[in-house]
Every structure is written in structure tokens, then in C-alpha cells.
């Protein structure tokens, strides 16, 4: 049974750092694409990074610069380091991947960027 865990969300005070991380179970980890998406309160979830099994990354525009995802295979885990945090990244994080015709989500982790 495959499983996504994340964690690593909280609250930041803008222009502030936070790391999440996903832990995947029940899958050849190494072998799959894994995703980071979010969303915000009121709006459609979107992509927000993704990193290849070969270790190609692709980013939204509004994160560039800011945002990294990484994957460490030896511990079955993807991360994603927020650095320069803005309000506008205030949503729920989630992990994603497809393995053939199936869709798996982590639970979702808070980010919240205030004063």
C-alpha cells in the first residue's frame, strides 16, 4: 500500500524559511516522479514543483528563485526548502505522485506566512 506523509509546515513570518518533507512507503521510490502542489483557501490546487527520477525539476514562475525540491533515495523522502517566504504562499502543501492509472496524495501539511 503506498503511503505520502508530509511535514515541516507552520507558520512564518514573511520572508522567513521552512523545509517540508513527504515520506513515501510502499513504492519503489526511486523508480517514480514526485510532485509538490498547494492550495490556497477559495482556489484551485496547483503544481508547484516537480523532480524527476532522473533528477529534472520544473517549477511555477512564482516560485522560482525561492523554492527547491530535492529527493534523497536512500531515505524514500522529497523536499521542498521554501526560502523567501510571501503571504501568497499560504495554502496546504501536498505530495503527489502517479503510478500508472493511480493518483496518490499525502494528507497535506499548513503553511502559513504571516505577521
Known amino acids: 500500500q503506498v503511503q505520502l506523509v508530509e511535514s515541516g509546515g507552520g507558520l512564518v513570518q514573511p520572508g522567513g524559511s521552512l523545509r517540508l518533507s513527504c515520506a513515501a512507503s510502499?513504492?519503489?521510490?526511486?523508480?517514480?516522479?514526485m510532485e509538490w502542489y498547494r492550495q490556497a483557501p477559495g482556489k484551485q490546487r496547483e503544481l508547484v514543483a516537480a523532480?524527476?527520477?532522473?533528477?529534472?525539476?520544473n517549477y511555477i514562475d512564482s516560485v522560482k528563485g525561492r523554492f527547491t525540491i530535492s529527493r534523497d533515495n536512500t531515505k524514500n523522502t522529497v523536499y521542498l526548502q521554501m526560502n523567501s517566504l510571501k503571504p501568497e504562499d499560504t495554502a496546504v502543501y501536498y505530495c503527489?505522485?502517479?503510478?500508472?492509472?493511480?493518483?496518490?496524495w499525502g494528507q497535506g501539511t499548513q503553511v502559513t506566512v504571516s505577521d
Open positions: 503527489h505522485m502517479v503510478r500508472g492509472y493511480q493518483d496518490y
Open positions: 510502499g513504492i519503489g521510490f526511486r523508480f517514480y516522479d
Open positions: 523532480r524527476t527520477s532522473g533528477g529534472m525539476t
